[in-house]
């Protein structure tokens, strides 16, 4: 089972500022990498697929990175909306599909 | 528009059981895989189980084999998830997912259904 580690577990940023969430695999998952976005009692959205592949509707403001066992979410500005829960997901070894166990971003 | 919405959760006594159900509309049901994922409370994602698209191929989590069994009607554009001898460790919201166009993630989720194992 390839295991998803998301750091750090909480970030405080700013509104304006760059946010960097970052994703590791204890195995190469080549670009199978998405990542998701989750509000309070909701549920969660995509938001990049392949690893730096936006979703449809997703802001441009968001982007991905990375490829083997690192990877990188990055938020350019954050706006309001922004604050939430992420989580990593590998795609490329199942089952299982593996989550991280997310990064709580939190207004500073 | 894809829509899913889940429905079939509650409350349920250890060692009883609970059948999902999951209604598709908007897409061609039959041509994707579907998924469920679930959440504990205050927890992270696990998924849990995942049907190909004629129902042929199903794969588990570990935790659920023997006991969790997904299964799908694609004249009803339907997807259920039978739960038998439910653990206290089972409670969650449980989610429907889609599989994507290039891969095996999740681009639509329904709301979720709520599973509470508790005596």
């Known amino acids: 089972e390839v295991v998803m580690t998301q750091s750090p577990a909480t970030l405080s940023v700013s509104p304006g500022e760059r946010a960097t969430l970052s994703c590791r695999a204890s195995q190469g998952v080549n670009s199978n990498l998405a990542w998701y976005q989750q509000k309070p009692g909701q549920a969660p959205r995509l938001l990049i697929y392949g690893a730096s592949t936006r979703a449809t509707g997703i802001p441009a403001r968001f982007s991905g990175s990375g490829s083997g066992t690192e990877f990188t979410l990055t938020i350019s500005s954050l706006q309001s909306e922004d604050f939430a829960v992420y989580y990593c997901q590998q795609y490329n070894s199942w089952p299982p599909y593996t989550f991280g166990q997310g990064t709580k971003l939190e207004i500073k | 528009e894809v829509q899913l919405v889940e429905s079939g959760g509650g409350l349920v006594q250890p060692g009883g059981s609970l059948r999902l159900s999951c209604a598709a509309s908007?897409?061609?049901?039959?041509?994707?895989?579907m998924s469920w994922v679930r959440q504990a409370p205050g927890k992270g994602l696990e998924w849990v189980a995942n049907?190909?698209?004629?129902?042929?191929?199903?794969y588990y989590v570990d935790s659920v084999k023997g006991r969790f069994t997904i299964s799908r009607d694609n004249a009803k554009n339907s997807l259920y998830l039978q739960m038998n001898s439910l653990r206290a460790e089972d409670t969650a919201v449980y989610y429907c997912?889609?599989?994507?166009?290039?891969?095996?993630?999740?681009?639509?989720w329904g709301q979720g259904t709520p599973v509470t194992v508790s005596s």
């Open positions: 049907i190909k698209q004629d129902g042929s191929e199903k």
């Open positions: 908007g897409f061609t049901f039959s041509s994707y895989w």
């Open positions: 997912a889609r599989y994507g166009d290039h891969g095996y993630y999740f681009d639509y």
